[in-house]
């Protein structure tokens, strides 16, 4: 389970409107409405983006009058299909999906197969992306890609559609490539 | 052989709680210097407090033979640069390398519209930080500006179709590669590209980040800097790296050229010779408690010139290609058949005392593997609200005082050997019985890199020892 215990809030006097804030937001908790920011409080994960990138300095964090408390159970769905969409996505499920909030994909997997559909939905079921909001972008679009759904590119830079991996690179490029280990590496990651 | 530690400063940042007390003040404490165990290691021509102006002179020398012509007086310019050099002995030798590129630039082309970008890995503020401490938006006349993971990308198209990189580093008609030799993390790149791995890091945005990061594994990754920089979109931009050399005694010269793989020859070939025997006496060690004290996250931090990382992982070689870490916190890689097993954090370090240290990567695996004492509130407190360590601090003590912490670590460790993380080149900065210990065994682990290990590491790059004055 991953506890926020913090809140994003703007400081409409000095809030431009900018929409910085909207476009670093990995749940879409912030919304650009009159030209100022808004945050939707329980859409919050209170990364550390919002707060850090506004040129206003008009956001900052504050703690939460009680905590939000996420999580997904993998043990609420089946196991056989969890296990065989980690495997389509090449993700071992015992291993990091976000390692800030020491969450597992088996955690994302499940969410996946609970509904999921976006980066979004997943970390607004897990609370992953609350810290550095990077790495598990990752792991999220490729159990999502891995499912069967097509990704689609959100408007302006929130993330980009991009998830090469070891097992895209072709035969050519691993014989093209042979000091790059792009074969043997395969073997590296956990079998299961 | 042992004289007073010389910590390096540590700059002021949101990211790290107020500068108290230094390891490097506690009783016993040493500063171990290096070319005393390790003649051979390449000296150094810049220690901090030195004279910059050295920098600029060997700046200046070595664009002396690099192709800058096709830059016009009309043309933009971006020089690259990565908030790590900046932490290197305080950031003024890459500052002013930095800056000298940029007033060599101007004089030799006549081009004046050159501009700054910062990088950095997750700590959005710290380019803001670096230009203002620097004074670099008055140097590069209001034309510095942070290029970070998460800011308008721009596409990249590449063998493995398309990656994306910060809109920011490639707005100008021109890039300059301006960077450092040093060591950082040696499990990721290997010595594999090193010289080119920003392309796919510090200049990426996040995604691509993740796809060197995670989604290749701990040799295959390195393809990936490849594949960014050969892109016809990054060559269309790209004149000359420019980079400072580094070694465990400080900045032992500057190096540019237009061919990248020459640099990252020649950053190979020092890294083993500089590098080599410091990882391998810190392999030596048995027991000890690490004292983080100096700016940065705890992996990258500087003790004995070189970075925590690589005590963290030092009992598994890892310039040896045939050797697979399973380390990098992330539990990626399977333990494999017929390795060494590495543990997530070198059981060797017996305790962890976080003097000083930024917030700024996931580090969870330190503390949930090694007892760690945080040293006074203001820590505690920054260490809590980190939305990048959400359990941090359920696995660790705090100790009220520099002094209190480490009588409570030499307690529990049941060691007096001391190793402080303090951004000190030149010198280990450590107990005097951890002193006696690496003096006793420098010379063990001497004979082992150049008698043993170091023609392996050549042969796998493809270079003959014989043809390498090491």
């Given at each position: 389970m991953v506890e926020i215990k913090f809140l994003a809030q703007v400081d409409t006097e000095k809030c431009t409107g900018c929409g910085k804030c909207a476009n670093v937001c990995p749940t879409q908790a912030i919304q650009v409405k009159d030209k100022k920011a808004q945050v939707e409080d329980p859409q919050c994960l209170a990364c550390p983006n919002c707060v850090d990138i506004c040129p206003e300095e008009a956001i900052r964090k504050i703690p939460r009058v009680e905590p939000l408390v996420f999580g997904v159970d993998y043990r609420e769905v089946d196991q056989t299909e969890l296990v065989e969409l980690c495997r389509k996505a090449h993700l071992h499920p015992q291993q990091w999906l976000c390692l800030c909030t020491a969450t597992r994909v088996r955690d994302g997997a499940a969410a996946v197969l609970k509904g999921a559909k976006t980066p979004e939905e997943i970390a607004l079921m897990t609370g992953i992306r609350s810290g550095c909001s990077a790495y598990c972008l990752m792991t999220s679009m490729r159990l999502l890609e891995a499912y069967g759904v097509e990704l689609e590119q959100p408007k302006g830079y929130r993330w980009y559609k991009t998830t090469q991996t070891l097992w895209n690179v072709s035969e050519e490029m691993i014989k093209k490539y042979p000091g790059y280990f792009l074969e043997e590496d395969k073997d590296v990651f956990r079998p299961f | 052989m042992l004289n007073k530690a010389s910590p390096s400063v540590i700059r002021d940042s949101r990211y790290g709680p107020p500068v108290g007390k230094r390891a490097a003040d506690l009783p016993g404490m040493v500063g171990l210097g290096v070319a005393a165990i390790f003649p051979d290691i390449p000296k150094a021509l810049y220690v901090e407090g030195g004279d910059v102006s050295i920098i600029r002179k060997a700046t200046e020398s070595a664009l002396e033979n690099v192709k800058i012509d096709m830059i016009r007086p009309?043309?933009?310019?971006?020089?690259?640069?990565?908030?790590?050099?900046?932490?290197?002995?305080?950031?003024?030798?890459?500052?002013?390398?930095v800056k000298t590129i940029k007033e060599v630039i101007e004089r030799k082309t006549g081009c004046s519209n050159i501009r700054l970008r910062v990088a950095t890995g997750f700590r959005i503020r710290e380019p803001e930080e670096i230009i203002r401490h620097y004074k670099l938006d008055e140097f590069f006349k209001g034309k510095a500006s942070?290029?970070?993971?998460?800011?308008?990308?721009?596409?990249?198209?590449?063998?493995?179709?398309?990656?994306?990189?910060?809109?920011?580093?490639?707005?100008?008609?021109?890039?300059?590669?301006?960077?450092?030799?040093?060591?950082?993390?040696?499990?990721?790149?290997?010595?594999?590209?090193?010289?080119?791995?920003?392309?796919?890091?510090?200049?990426?945005?996040?995604?691509?980040?993740?796809?060197?990061?995670?989604?290749?594994?701990?040799?295959?990754?390195?393809?990936?800097?490849?594949?960014?920089?050969?892109?016809?979109?990054?060559?269309?931009?790209?004149?000359?790296?420019?980079?400072?050399?580094?070694?465990?005694?400080?900045?032992?010269?500057?190096?540019?050229?237009?061919d990248m793989y020459a640099i990252d020859r020649r950053l190979m070939v020092l890294a083993f010779k500089s590098y080599g025997k410091i990882r391998e006496l810190?392999?030596?060690?048995?027991?000890?408690?690490?004292?983080?004290?100096?700016?940065?996250?705890?992996?990258?931090?500087?003790?004995?010139?070189?970075?925590?990382?690589?005590?963290?992982?030092?009992?598994?070689?890892?310039?040896?290609?045939?050797?697979?870490?399973?380390?990098?916190?992330?539990?990626?890689?399977?333990?494999?058949?017929?390795?060494p097993k590495l543990k997530s954090v070198n059981p060797s370090i017996k305790a962890l005392v976080m003097n000083h240290f930024w917030l700024g990567v996931p580090q969870l695996e330190l503390a949930s593997h090694i007892p760690t004492i945080l040293v006074g509130m203001d820590m505690a407190d920054l260490v809590a609200s980190d939305s990048m360590n959400h359990k941090f601090i359920d696995y660790v003590v705090t100790a009220g005082n520099l002094e209190t912490a480490m009588t409570f670590a030499r307690r529990l460790a049941n060691t007096d050997k001391v190793i402080a993380f303090d951004g000190a080149f030149g010198a280990i900065t450590c107990s005097e019985p951890l002193a006696e210990y690496f003096i006793e065994r420098a010379p063990v682990v001497s004979e082992r890199v150049d008698n043993q290990l170091m023609p392996g590491w050549l042969r796998q790059r493809g270079i003959d020892p014989a043809t390498v004055n090491v």
């Amino acid at each position: 389970m991953v506890e926020i215990k913090f809140l994003a809030q703007v400081d409409t006097e000095k809030c431009t409107g900018c929409g910085k804030c909207a476009n670093v937001c990995p749940t879409q908790a912030i919304q650009v409405k009159d030209k100022k920011a808004q945050v939707e409080d329980p859409q919050c994960l209170a990364c550390p983006n919002c707060v850090d990138i506004c040129p206003e300095e008009a956001i900052r964090k504050i703690p939460r009058v009680e905590p939000l408390v996420f999580g997904v159970d993998y043990r609420e769905v089946d196991q056989t299909e969890l296990v065989e969409l980690c495997r389509k996505a090449h993700l071992h499920p015992q291993q990091w999906l976000c390692l800030c909030t020491a969450t597992r994909v088996r955690d994302g997997a499940a969410a996946v197969l609970k509904g999921a559909k976006t980066p979004e939905e997943i970390a607004l079921m897990t609370g992953i992306r609350s810290g550095c909001s990077a790495y598990c972008l990752m792991t999220s679009m490729r159990l999502l890609e891995a499912y069967g759904v097509e990704l689609e590119q959100p408007k302006g830079y929130r993330w980009y559609k991009t998830t090469q991996t070891l097992w895209n690179v072709s035969e050519e490029m691993i014989k093209k490539y042979p000091g790059y280990f792009l074969e043997e590496d395969k073997d590296v990651f956990r079998p299961f | 052989m042992l004289n007073k530690a010389s910590p390096s400063v540590i700059r002021d940042s949101r990211y790290g709680p107020p500068v108290g007390k230094r390891a490097a003040d506690l009783p016993g404490m040493v500063g171990l210097g290096v070319a005393a165990i390790f003649p051979d290691i390449p000296k150094a021509l810049y220690v901090e407090g030195g004279d910059v102006s050295i920098i600029r002179k060997a700046t200046e020398s070595a664009l002396e033979n690099v192709k800058i012509d096709m830059i016009r007086p009309q043309h933009t310019v971006n020089i690259l640069t990565s908030q790590y050099g900046f932490m290197i002995m305080g950031g003024y030798a890459y500052a002013e390398m930095v800056k000298t590129i940029k007033e060599v630039i101007e004089r030799k082309t006549g081009c004046s519209n050159i501009r700054l970008r910062v990088a950095t890995g997750f700590r959005i503020r710290e380019p803001e930080e670096i230009i203002r401490h620097y004074k670099l938006d008055e140097f590069f006349k209001g034309k510095a500006s942070p290029a970070l993971f998460l800011e308008k990308g721009v596409p990249i198209e590449t063998e493995l179709g398309t990656m994306y990189g910060l809109a920011k580093i490639y707005d100008a008609d021109w890039i300059i590669h301006a960077h450092h030799g040093e060591l950082r993390e040696l499990d990721m790149h290997r010595m594999m590209n090193r010289a080119i791995k920003p392309f796919s890091m510090s200049y990426a945005r996040m995604e691509t980040r993740s796809i060197h990061h995670m989604n290749f594994g701990p040799r295959s990754s390195n393809i990936i800097p490849k594949l960014i920089f050969e892109s016809p979109f990054v060559q269309s931009k790209f004149t000359f790296g420019c980079f400072l050399q580094t070694s465990p005694q400080g900045i032992i010269g500057v190096d540019a050229d237009n061919d990248m793989y020459a640099i990252d020859r020649r950053l190979m070939v020092l890294a083993f010779k500089s590098y080599g025997k410091i990882r391998e006496l810190y392999n030596e060690i048995r027991e000890c408690i690490a004292v983080m004290d100096g700016p940065g996250e705890p992996r990258y931090m500087i003790g004995g010139g070189t970075t925590f990382g690589n005590l963290t992982e030092a009992e598994l070689d890892l310039f040896d290609l045939d050797n697979i870490p399973v380390s990098l916190g992330y539990g990626l890689y399977q333990y494999p058949p017929h390795q060494p097993k590495l543990k997530s954090v070198n059981p060797s370090i017996k305790a962890l005392v976080m003097n000083h240290f930024w917030l700024g990567v996931p580090q969870l695996e330190l503390a949930s593997h090694i007892p760690t004492i945080l040293v006074g509130m203001d820590m505690a407190d920054l260490v809590a609200s980190d939305s990048m360590n959400h359990k941090f601090i359920d696995y660790v003590v705090t100790a009220g005082n520099l002094e209190t912490a480490m009588t409570f670590a030499r307690r529990l460790a049941n060691t007096d050997k001391v190793i402080a993380f303090d951004g000190a080149f030149g010198a280990i900065t450590c107990s005097e019985p951890l002193a006696e210990y690496f003096i006793e065994r420098a010379p063990v682990v001497s004979e082992r890199v150049d008698n043993q290990l170091m023609p392996g590491w050549l042969r796998q790059r493809g270079i003959d020892p014989a043809t390498v004055n090491v």
